[in-house]
């Protein structure tokens, strides 16, 4: 890092902290177009984001070049959009891979990026702005810091209140964003209030048996569960089971049809075919592994429901080529079906056993 000195400032200009906005006193040297306050704030950004979109930061904070005609000039705006809104979609989806992690504080910088690069592009009242004041609200709730999290909400709701063309998808986040804050400050009735909505809202969207609405229903059966009404929540983690087992149990057929009848699309080596982005590969792994660790322990009432969750995460692994984690659901799911499912079943689950040893045990080209 170089220290910035204030007489090399042009005169006018305030350069501010790319976290905290406050008056910037360090330059990143790699790219030299990101400033920061100090190095705490330099560190937590180049963990969380800076390291991997550094370079291009360079063609979107510097002068244009001079184009001879209208013809390169919107050119060379249509490629500054284009990588505007690469940088937009790829902040936004770091960020949302380190809240599905866990990993609250790392997503605050990412989710800042991508709410900046939306106000550089779409203004500074657009309900593009929304989905990043709902990761940066959702970052606050995890580090405890209730109050900003309201505020990032409030910010995000009248939003959407002035807008006129807000998508259910977006209403949808808005709403399980509200959900979770009230379940924060453990007032469930409007938890279930705003969860109902957001469940409905991805329905318009997405349709009901979809991924992007099982989140919705995960986090309403959660609702239930703090609430000990075990029925309704059970009812509820059994939907978001199935949902994630049919859509990867599909991936799944698909690519053992084809190595059944030899056919090489992709290649001899396999490839990642979950059809997911990294952030909803987490939010499969988080949302999937919290309902094992439920059904575990209530596993002597419906042990066939921890095979099946064992099952799916299996799956997901398998699709994700961690053969080992895979390996590991599917023999702990096959031990279990031998103690208490119908020989079918645990056929099913030894051929998945068989699949993966066998991909486990090819050697990487």
Known sequence: MNVIYPLSVPKGRRLCCEVCEAPAERMCTACTVTYY????????????????ICQLLIPLRTTMPFYNSEEERQHGLQQLQKRQKHLIEFCYTVAQKYLFEGRHEDAVPAALHSLRFRMNMHGLNSVELVPAYLLLAEASLGLGRIVQAEEYLSQARWTVLKSTDCSNATHSLLHRNLGLLYMAKENHDEARYHLANDIYFASCAFGTEDIRTSGGY????NVF???KKMELADTLYTKVSEIWYAYLNNHYQVLFQARSQQTDLLGKQLVNDTGLDEAQEAEAIQILTSILSIRESTFDKAPQKTVFVLKTLSMLYFLMLECSKAKEYASRALSLAEEHLSVQEQKVIQELLDIISTEE???IT
């Open 361 to 363: 045990e090819q050697p």
């Open 218 to 221: 995960f986090h309403l059966a």
């Open 37 to 52: 306050c100090g190095p705490v704030h330099q560190k937590a950004d180049w963990a969380s984001i800076h390291e991997k």
């Open 225 to 227: 569960h703090d609430l």
